[in-house]
């Protein structure tokens, strides 16, 4: 039986403070190499860790913080990873941010993944799955804010050739799988395939028509996500929040190498609104807005904010600083209680939101009755279905005694 170990709020709260699964891994001396703007371990490319700190262990499905990284690849318990990331183990030091030379950093430039042939599975995934209202679905593809598209496993788009067309690289050109590839030297003439780069470069590569054939001919994996972006003040694409589709299985959530978190998704409500609605995901942001017009709440005339994480808070800095006219800030985080997080990250990210800017804004909190936003949207959801169906069944009755 294992020893029971006590640990404090305040020891979690540290370790969260703590939880940067890629600082965690530099400062054990784990062998990493960078790809585009995540770094994967040298002998296990499945094992990707981002600069924001999430860890992903692609090939069984996992992702998460430090802890969960110390939990499922290190074999230790929930309250010795707390105990190790808070500093409170005799002898063992918290982990350190390492020196900037350990792995000298290359940002990687953004690309824009490639469109897919069609939204089918996108708009099935989004309304029938998730619940979130068609129509918002509808604006939102209208607006470019939502795509469907296509990536491929282990390779990386690398920009677009002339015709528009995606062109993809192995991550680890090392890796022996890829050898057989059709890989030539071509011309990048764009990175999201309609706006020419100032200076074109080359890269040995392979066509969005090769992966698709190769991808036919079960040589490659393809996979058809949800990506949701966010604008620069430029009106440029400068965030993309992907995610799987899938309603079984392993599925994941990452985004896409070199975006911006001061750009993330963003739902617009009315002209000079003067609320923001926070939210952890974009799939958060869309279930609250969905909500809203559900209920016919006054809040749908808000913006609703997605900080693409409950501790990342650069991009809410970012879009406080160009809507002078918000007064009222509105915090939506996760509740986290469902049994499946060891750390209340909404919770803690609340808390944190509310100290940063309680002095200058008016601030209050809306917890979903259940884990998340898109819970309440789906039970909501099932309860009405269920009472269509009744109200139905109890009209036949009434028509048949008639």
């Given at each position: 039986?294992?020893?029971?170990?006590?640990?404090?709020?305040?020891?979690?709260?540290?370790?969260?403070?703590?939880?940067?699964?890629?600082?965690?891994?530099?400062?054990?001396?784990?062998?990493?190499?960078?790809?585009?703007?995540?770094?994967?371990?040298?002998?296990?490319?499945?094992?990707?860790?981002?600069?924001?700190?999430?860890?992903?262990?692609?090939?069984?499905?996992?992702?998460?913080?430090?802890?969960?990284?110390?939990?499922?690849?290190?074999?230790?318990?929930?309250?010795?990873?707390?105990?190790?990331?808070?500093?409170?183990?005799?002898?063992?030091?918290?982990?350190?941010?390492?020196?900037?030379?350990?792995?000298?950093?290359?940002?990687?430039?953004?690309?824009?993944?490639?469109?897919?042939?069609?939204?089918?599975?996108?708009?099935?995934?989004?309304?029938?799955?998730?619940?979130i209202d068609p129509q918002l679905v509808k604006d939102l593809t209208t607006n470019h804010q939502r795509m469907q598209v296509k990536t491929f496993a282990g390779l990386r788009i690398c920009g677009y050739d002339i015709s528009g067309k995606g062109l993809y690289?192995?991550?680890?050109?090392?890796?022996?799988?890829?050898?057989?590839?059709?890989?030539?030297?071509?011309?990048?003439?764009?990175?999201?395939?309609?706006?020419?780069?100032?200076?074109?470069?080359?890269?040995?590569?392979?066509?969005?028509?090769?992966?698709?054939?190769?991808?036919?001919?079960?040589?490659?994996?393809?996979?058809?996500?949800?990506?949701?972006?966010?604008?620069?003040?430029?009106?440029?694409?400068?965030?993309?929040?992907?995610?799987?589709?899938?309603?079984?299985?392993?599925?994941?959530?990452?985004?896409?190498?070199?975006?911006?978190?001061?750009?993330?998704?963003?739902?617009?409500?009315?002209?000079?609104?003067?609320?923001?609605?926070?939210?952890?995901?974009?799939?958060?942001?869309?279930?609250?807005?969905?909500?809203?017009?559900?209920?016919?709440?006054?809040?749908?005339?808000?913006?609703?904010?997605?900080?693409?994480?409950?501790?990342?808070?650069?991009?809410?800095?970012?879009?406080?600083?160009?809507?002078?006219?918000?007064?009222?800030?509105?915090?939506?985080?996760?509740?986290?209680?469902?049994?499946?997080?060891?750390?209340?990250?909404?919770?803690?990210?609340?808390?944190?939101?509310?100290?940063?800017?309680?002095?200058?804004?008016?601030?209050?909190?809306?917890?979903?009755?259940?884990?998340?936003?898109?819970?309440?949207?789906?039970?909501?959801?099932?309860?009405?279905?269920?009472?269509?169906?009744?109200?139905?069944?109890?009209?036949?009755?009434?028509?048949?005694?008639?």
């Amino acid at each position: 039986m294992a020893k029971y170990i006590h640990i404090t709020d305040e020891e979690k709260r540290r370790a969260y403070e703590n939880a940067n699964a890629l600082q965690y891994a530099l400062s054990k001396g784990y062998n990493l190499i960078q790809v585009g703007n995540e770094f994967h371990l040298k002998d296990h490319d499945s094992m990707v860790f981002t600069k924001n700190g999430i860890w992903f262990w692609n090939s069984k499905g996992l992702r998460g913080s430090a802890i969960d990284f110390m939990i499922h690849y290190e074999g230790k318990s929930f309250p010795e990873a707390v105990k190790i990331l808070a500093g409170t183990v005799p002898g063992i030091a918290a982990p350190q941010r390492p020196s900037a030379n350990v792995i000298p950093f290359v940002p990687a430039v953004f690309v824009l993944p490639e469109r897919a042939e069609n939204f089918r599975q996108m708009f099935a995934y989004l309304v029938q799955t998730r619940g979130i209202d068609p129509q918002l679905v509808k604006d939102l593809t209208t607006n470019h804010q939502r795509m469907q598209v296509k990536t491929f496993a282990g390779l990386r788009i690398c920009g677009y050739d002339i015709s528009g067309k995606g062109l993809y690289t192995p991550n680890n050109p090392d890796n022996p799988k890829f050898s057989s590839l059709p890989l030539q030297e071509r011309e990048i003439v764009s990175l999201d395939g309609t706006t020419p780069m100032e200076e074109k470069k080359t890269e040995r590569c392979i066509t969005s028509q090769e992966a698709d054939k190769l991808a036919y001919e079960n040589v490659l994996k393809r996979h058809n996500n949800l990506a949701m972006l966010g604008y620069g003040p430029d009106g440029k694409v400068r965030y993309c929040s992907l995610r799987s589709m899938n309603s079984t299985g392993n599925s994941f959530k990452i985004d896409a190498p070199g975006s911006s978190k001061e750009t993330p998704f963003l739902i617009r409500g009315v002209k000079d609104a003067d609320t923001v609605i926070v939210t952890e995901s974009p799939i958060e942001a869309m279930s609250y807005r969905s909500l809203c017009t559900i209920t016919s709440s006054p809040r749908q005339n808000a913006d609703i904010f997605s900080l693409g994480g409950a501790n990342v808070t650069m991009g809410l800095d970012r879009f406080l600083e160009r809507n002078p006219q918000i007064k009222n800030i509105i915090l939506g985080l996760n509740r986290d209680d469902d049994g499946n997080h060891k750390i209340r990250a909404g919770e803690l990210g609340t808390e944190k939101l509310m100290q940063k800017y309680g002095q200058t804004y008016q601030v209050s909190v809306h917890k979903p009755a259940l884990n998340d936003w898109n819970d309440v949207l789906r039970r909501i959801r099932e309860l009405r279905g269920i009472d269509a169906q009744e109200h139905e069944r109890s009209r036949s009755r009434s028509a048949q005694a008639r």
